[in-house]
Nanobody, 121 residues
């Protein structure tokens, strides 16, 4: 089992920045692939970014060049740095662990509880 706790969400104006953090416990963190997903009101949950245990990256097209995923294995934490935020980035952001990739679609085995990000125009 893996437990995930997100933090860092909040309200920010368009063009601003936020950094989300996700602390993991329960398994050897450095062996886990980690990711971020988001779900906007009335929409399905969607992939945002992922980072493997071997430090390879994947990003959704909508966030490329604005968001950066990183990890600190010493702190068992994964981050999502979000810059140049837009109102359409408003969503609940979920940390995810142990991603399984099939047909280029990642499916996590573990989820955090989510943190709200609201971008005002």
């Amino acid at each position: 089992q893996v437990q995930l706790v997100e933090s860092g969400g909040g309200l920010v104006q368009a063009g601003g920045s936020l950094r989300l953090s996700c602390a993991a416990s329960g398994r050897t963190f450095r062996q886990l692939s980690m990711g971020w997903f988001r779900q906007a009101p009335g929409k399905e949950r969607e992939f945002v970014a992922a980072i493997s245990y071997s430090i390879s990256y994947s990003y959704a097209e909508a966030v490329k060049g604005r968001f950066t995923i990183s990890r600190d294995n010493a702190k068992n934490t994964v981050y999502l740095q979000m810059n140049s935020l837009k109102p359409e980035d408003t969503a609940v952001y979920y940390c995810a662990a142990d991603l399984v990739w099939k047909d280029l679609i990642p499916t996590p085995r573990y989820w955090g509880q989510g943190t709200q990000v609201t971008v005002s125009s």
